[in-house]
T-cell receptor, first 111, second 112 residues
Framework: KQEVTQIPAALSVPEGENLVLNCSFT??????LQWFRQDPGKGLTSLLL?????REQTSGRLNASLDKSSGRSTLYIAASQPGDSATYLC??????????FGTGTRLTIIP | NAGVTQTPKFRILKIGQSMTLQCTQD?????MYWYRQDPGMGLKLIYY???????DKGEVPNGYNVSRSTTEDFPLRLELAAPSQTSVYFC???????????FGPGTRLLVL
């Protein structure tokens, strides 16, 4: 069974620091992986989609990496801001037209 | 573009009642999805559709039904509501099965 795991469940970081969020998956035959942001009481907003043929994808202060052989993806956030506080979810597509979600990391940026 | 819209935003149901959660997208996407999100459990796929007239079960389909008569609409029907269906329901759409998914704002459902 394909599983996606995010540890830790919560993370607090002082403003201005760079940080890394982790996502691991059990099936190395991953097709692509998406990172989402969810604000309290809101829907999910797609941040980055990284294909299995890519190693990195960047958008502004965000950089996502994908390592199929180790079953890991990371989301790097540079120069964190209080507005980055949210829950971040990763989801893997394993070639079956469906996403398997992790349970998310709740990020708090401390001013 | 409104993107993905969902109605209602919040609803309280009594056990045994039925209701339909509405989902509409205006991006001409082929794929549409229904998820439920429970605290600390991540999102679970209920049903999905790859195009008008085609639907398929996801991970947790029991107690739900869907239809896809048009490209734009993908309603989710709850029959005989149970407390276990208390959750937040999200609709999403994408152009293809491996493309970025776009989510609606969610419907919070409480079954008492």
């Amino acid at each position: 069974k394909q599983e996606v795991t995010q540890i830790p469940a919560a993370l607090s970081v002082p403003e201005g620091e760079n940080l890394v969020l982790n996502c691991s998956f059990t099936d190395s035959a991953i097709y692509n992986l998406q990172w989402f942001r969810q604000d309290p009481g809101k829907g999910l907003t797609s941040l980055l989609l990284i294909q299995s043929s890519q190693r990195e994808q960047t958008s502004g202060r965000l950089n996502a990496s994908l390592d199929k052989s180790s079953g890991r993806s990371t989301l790097y956030i540079a120069a964190s801001q209080p507005g980055d506080s949210a829950t971040y979810l990763c989801a893997g597509n394993f070639g079956n037209e469906k996403l398997t979600f992790g349970t998310g990391t709740r990020l708090t940026i401390i001013p | 573009n409104a993107g993905v819209t969902q109605t209602p935003k919040f609803r309280i149901l009594k056990i045994g009642q039925s209701m339909t959660l509405q989902c509409t997208q205006d991006m001409n996407h082929n794929y549409m999805y229904w998820y439920r999100q429970d605290p600390g459990m991540g999102l679970k796929l209920i049903y999905y559709s790859v195009g008008a007239g085609i639907t398929d079960k996801g991970e947790v389909p029991n107690g739900y039904n869907v239809s896809r008569s048009t490209t734009e609409d993908f309603p989710l029907r709850l029959e005989l509501a149970a407390p276990s269906q208390t959750s937040v329901y999200f609709c999403a759409s994408s152009y293809g099965g491996a493309e970025t998914q776009y989510f609606g704002p969610g419907t919070r459902l409480l079954v008492l």
